[in-house]
């Protein structure tokens, strides 16, 4: 089993940036891919991104692209997602994920999970 402890979340104002880190323990492994998704109040969970092993071409949803950056760093075994330009739309609670293999863009797909990190995002 893989453990993902999120962390970085918290309360910013609109236009604000944050930066969030997952961190994987346990039997990490190599090849595998993660993801950021988010759950905002009353609504589905969403993808936000993910990013293969390689680490190249991440995936971000429209809705944040150009705000929104994932990276990784494998010899920390951690993932990252940096938001900028934070907007009101955008607070929810954010999970990571993993998976063996190439990114998807569904939850479904993912077998690890974190426990969320809150982002608060205030007028």
């Known amino acids: 089993q893989v453990q993902l402890v999120e962390s970085g979340g918290g309360l910013v104002q609109a236009g604000g940036s944050l930066k969030l880190s997952c961190a994987a323990s346990?039997?990490?492994?190599?090849?595998?891919?993660m993801a950021w998704f988010r759950q905002g109040p009353g609504k589905e969970r969403e993808f936000v991104g993910a990013?293969?092993?390689?680490?190249?071409?991440?995936y971000i949803r429209d809705s944040v692209k150009g705000r929104f950056t994932i990276s990784r760093d494998n010899a920390k075994n951690t993932m990252y997602l940096q938001m900028n330009s934070l907007k009101l739309e955008d607070m929810a609670i954010y999970y990571c994920?993993?998976?063996?293999?190439?990114?998807?863009?569904?939850?479904?797909?993912?077998?690890?999970w974190g426990q969320g990190t809150q982002v608060t995002v205030s007028s």
């Open positions: 990013i293969r092993w390689s680490g190249l071409t991440p």
């Open positions: 994920a993993a998976r063996m293999g190439n990114v998807a863009s569904s939850a479904a797909e993912y077998l690890y």
């Open positions: 346990g039997r990490t492994f190599s090849g595998y891919a």
